[in-house]
DNA sequence: CTGAAAGCGCTTACAG
DNA sequence: CTGAAAGCGCTTACAG
């Protein structure tokens, strides 16, 4: 990138650093007792120490972030990658709620968060390389873990401190919060089963995440087990793959008497193909959300949804993350989640 | 915070790092020599020069990023702060949108986003206050800028490069990305007029933002000019207080025609309320949401929105903040809007 | 074109 | 308890 310094000056002003040789002088010490004295170090008297605290607190004297650093200090940052599509992200509700909990968690201990999105999972890795090399992070967040995560493979490998949400994975440095996905999925399919339900259809998201293949597998054990049918359609969470799975799905002539979708979105956008197609909800067929939201509160009929919370799980991500940094035990509270029993769901026809 | 270090260490490992003493060593120059090497600057032979990046190469010598900023360079990071409630930051999409648009500009240009959110305005401003002294970033993003912004002013007073996203500001130092809320208000308002509503209802988001009270006037001036009859009711972005309002407008002995509402959110729990209180939309009202969403076009009767593409705002904000911090004339491109027309307008009874 | 050296702002052994 | 000094990894005048 060129700079060209001809054009119109933008640069921040560069007013001279109060630094602490600055102090140091004000206050007729070296500046290694200025270090001493600001760091609540021993190695200066109790009387010089506060004199020096005063001047650095006249001259509003400020560490260099940069200079502490240099000097091993931690950049009290955590990383985020975010490496699903552009549109996804705009979407899904899940990545501002997640995003806020972490942050909820973080400034409250003066931590911030590096935020970047990525095109793929190599991208992803080498932006926590290149985050990790430079001393930008202190630690990482994995989201969407798959199996066998060439990602979590790389961060373990660089014995980094890592999080990885949902994942199983457990090393020296690497910790995560545990999601029961199979327990959640069981909640829904028990829902729709008590209700009366034998033919129940799951409209899934990205098949190749680790935690939609947890999910997948309960929802075909327990429908096995308990004398139910049940169809697995992909549907990478885009809207218009879950309308599609929703047409030919009624169009069977052995059609589902219940949908779970595994977002919100495919949930409304199959909630909307159903009114198209002339179908009531829940009188012909039943609906469930994973995930809840406002919008499923306020829709009509208002939709029965599985409420996990992604707000917590993003405050757990991040206070499982501070523990490890300060190799205090790491506590991995169980994520909350409860199915929101509304008006999308009734015993069948 | 206390470090332990007793507990299990998670330190990532102390690889000692490869300096350019090292490359310098290995190829048989100075270190100085090696820094005008790799950054591309006349003082070394073509020859050397060629032999320090093979060395530096192999030693896959990356430069120190603490030490680069101690000696003044950019930080190439972008900072923002979110500073509305955590509830509202999860709910509303925009903020989704928005940011994967900064940083989808952002890091094709190497650019990363610092993230942070803020209970107040105050606290908004001393984070950036530390950003700025600790060289964290090389620039800001302000978001709903209000009447005479105290954030803008604590900035331009610090001659920061600044974007403000909806302002009006033209400083040095500070940029606005210029959105006309009066004119996509207009769009809205004639879009009913035309269809030929004479009493219209506006229920806000947050009045205190200046993009709101842009809304209003221009809400307010329509409606004079042309002899409708418009009320305008607070909203605070709050889906129960657009419950209220909803009800509150229906219950009137005036009844509104038609419903324009500030968010998608705020958009929704209207609709889900017109359908509690039997009204039928569009035959019996219509509704006009202001931000356009999937969820709008799944939704049962599809919503008429303002489709803003909060996406495309973001890139532009980021766009326009790499120009002003690289000296270059900050192109400012109107921010399209226009009115996607669904099934919840028609004409009134 | 090249080399030796000072400096960015801090921290931390190491002697007194 | 205190002071003088080296060092973190880079950049950049300043002499040759």
């Not at 200066?44 to 200079?67: F, G, K, Q």
């Not at 806020?100 to 201990?109: D, F, H």
């Not at 033919?199 to 929802?219: E, K, N």
Request: net charge negative; charged share 20%.
């Amino acid at each position: 990138m060129t700079v060209r310094e001809d054009a119109g000056a933008v640069e921040p002003r560069k007013r001279k650093r109060v630094t602490i040789a600055d102090i140091a002088e004000r206050a007729g010490v070296t500046s290694g007792a200025v270090s001493f004295a600001v760091n609540g170090k021993r190695g200066v008297s109790d009387a010089t120490r506060a004199r020096i605290l005063d001047v650095a607190n006249e001259l509003h004297w400020r560490p260099s972030h940069a200079a502490q650093t240099l000097m091993g200090k931690n950049a009290e940052t955590i990383g985020l990658v975010l490496s699903r599509p552009e549109e996804v992200i705009g979407e899904e509700i899940f990545f501002a709620k997640f995003i806020a909990g972490v942050q909820s968690v973080l400034s409250q201990r003066g931590y911030s968060l590096q935020l970047q999105m990525a095109a793929d999972i190599a991208s992803e890795i080498s932006i926590h390389e290149n985050w990790i090399a430079d001393g930008r992070v202190d630690g990482v967040l994995v989201l969407d873990p798959r199996v066998d995560d060439p990602r979590v493979r790389a961060l373990a490998g660089l014995e980094y401190p890592t999080i990885v949400v949902g994942g199983e994975v457990e090393t020296e440095t690497v910790r995560s919060v545990h999601v029961d996905n199979g327990g959640s999925m069981r909640l829904i399919v028990e829902h729709l089963f008590a209700l009366g339900h034998r033919r129940i259809a799951y409209v899934t998201g990205d098949q190749s995440f680790w935690h939609i293949q947890q999910r997948m597998d309960a929802f075909a054990e327990f429908c096995i087990d308990n004398g139910v049918w049940g169809h697995t359609l992909a549907g990478n969470f885009d809207p218009a793959i879950a309308k599609d799975a929703t047409k030919r799905l009624l169009a069977s002539p052995e059609p589902p008497t219940a949908l779970v979708y595994d977002s919100e979105v495919m949930a409304i956008a199959g909630m909307s193909t159903l009114a198209e197609l002339g179908v009531a909800v829940p009188a012909d067929v039943s609906l469930v959300s994973w995930e809840d939201s406002t919008t499923c509160q306020v829709l009509h009929p208002t939709l029965t949804a599985l409420n996990r919370d992604a707000v917590t799980l993003g405050k757990i991500a991040a206070a499982e993350m501070l523990q490890l940094l300060a190799h205090e035990p790491v506590e991995q509270p169980p994520v909350e989640a409860a199915i929101v029993q509304r008006e999308s769901t009734a015993p069948p026809r």
